[in-house]
């Protein structure tokens, strides 16, 4: 029996960006992740200067004023926040 491994690539985000209407992560590897902010109400209901106070976690971001915690693979799998 053989183990099949699939490289996803560096997901550690390294930026993070907000147009009017998307949430844009860019990912070590070069990747840029466009997701609409309607999917995280906390994030789109937020003002720029709450969004721009987040943390770069290994695998994901997080908002402590805003209680909000993304994570890459999730992004990735196109879920929208809970």
């Not at 390294?14 to 998307?22: G, I, L, P, R, Y």
Request: proline share 7%; hydrophobic share 45%; glycine share 8%.
């Amino acid at each position: 029996m053989s183990t099949l491994e699939i490289d996803v690539g560096d997901i550690r985000p390294v930026s993070v960006a907000f147009t009017a209407d998307e949430l844009v992560v860019t990912l070590a590897d070069g990747r840029r992740i466009a997701t609409p902010l309607a999917w995280y109400p906390r994030l789109r209901e937020a003002d720029a200067a709450t969004r721009a106070r987040f943390e770069l976690m290994p695998m994901g971001i997080h908002w402590p004023e805003l209680d909000e915690d993304l994570g890459i693979a999730g992004m990735l799998r196109g879920r929208p926040g809970a």
